[in-house]
């Protein structure tokens, strides 16, 4: 038997059907005991995007409550967690075998799951409700990234949030997007304006959606392999801008990660004319390890 002291987690990897690849997610299944101060510990601890821990359901239609901490804070919502935290509770037997639907609580609200098992399993979280921010000059966006003001796409950048404020900056291709180097200088500069935690989400259009960077040090994240809870938000700009279909039941999709290693394939789906009935984001799961945490 494990000591009372024990804590029993798996590592999965998130938007992705190769292991070592896609966005590292640790998932403690017990989180008993701890209180909000141990499991930020925890999280900096595993030094990963992010750590979710399952706490119990505050809603008798929820199947558990996600607590979601980067190594630097907690988080209201976070996409691969939710996703990879899904896919524990399937795989862990806390669900029926043959659950479809589901909801789990995140400090934002109610997340509501869907689960595709063919060809392969895809699980999908509904994104919240998106929320409008301010915009950003386009030449402090280009001097964020280490950028020519040429290199950014006719739109400006601007901030929306699903629960994760972000900033989108869309750039002309993707080998402009490699080519960003986050300014330590500039970013001074932003948080003077924009002075809440923010992410920053570089991307440019494909033919397959998008090709997209995240950086977060505003949550301890230097860049971030996988990005969920902007995801919903992003195909939310791109309809805006014609970037992509905004047709009922269109699909894209993201990858990121790619730059630095970790390739992640992150899929939207719209519902209803420019997502007026939700913007969904899907992707696979790998496990690849588990363990015990001692205190």
């Known amino acids: 038997m494990a000591p009372a002291n024990s804590y029993h987690y798996r590592i999965v990897d998130v938007f992705t059907r190769e292991k070592l690849q896609g966005n590292p997610l640790a998932v403690f299944l017990d ?16 030094n990963l995007s992010e750590t979710v ?20 804070k907690e988080m209201d919502f976070a996409g691969h967690p939710t996703i990879g935290a899904a896919y524990v509770l399937l795989h862990e037997g806390l669900l029926q075998p043959e659950t479809n639907r589901f ?5 934002v609200g109610v997340i509501p ?8 399993l895809m699980i999908w979280l ?7 921010g301010a915009t ?10 280490g950028l020519h003001e040429s290199d950014l796409h006719n739109a400006d950048p601007q901030v929306l949030s699903a629960g994760n404020p972000t900033l989108f900056v869309p750039l002309r291709t993707p080998q402009i997007v490699d080519r960003a180097v986050f300014s330590e200088a500039a970013w001074q500069q932003v948080k003077r304006i924009l002075p809440d935690p923010l992410c920053v989400f570089p991307f440019a259009p494909t033919p397959e959606g998008a090709y997209s960077r995240m950086f977060a040090p505003d949550y301890g994240l230097r860049e971030d392999p996988a990005t969920g809870s902007s995801t919903g938000p992003l195909a939310e700009y791109m309809m805006r801008h014609g970037m992509v279909s905004s047709k009922a039941g ?10 630095m290693g970790r390739r992640s394939l992150l899929h ?11 913007i969904c984001v899907g992707g696979e799961v790998t496990p690849v390890m588990e363990g015990r945490l001692r205190l």
Not at 53 to 62: D, G, I
Not at 103 to 107: F, I, Q, R, T, Y
Not at 137 to 143: G, T
Not at 268 to 278: L, Q, S
């Open 250 to 259: 269109s699909r894209f999709v993201s990858e990121q990660g790619t730059k």
């Open 53 to 72: 821990f399952l706490c119990p359901a505050m809603r008798p239609e929820s199947a558990a409550r996600l607590r979601i901490f980067t190594p630097g």
């Open 126 to 132: 509904t994104t919240p409700a998106i929320q409008e």
């Open 136 to 145: 950003l000059s386009r030449r402090l966006a280009a001097a964020l990234l």
């Open 103 to 107: 909801s789990v609580d995140e400090n």
């Open 268 to 278: 939207v789906a719209i519902h209803g004319e420019g997502g007026t009935e939700g």
């Open 113 to 120: 799951i869907r689960v595709d098992r063919c060809p392969e």
């Open 31 to 46: 989180s008993d005991g701890l209180s909000t101060e141990l499991m930020q510990a925890i999280a900096k601890e595993m």
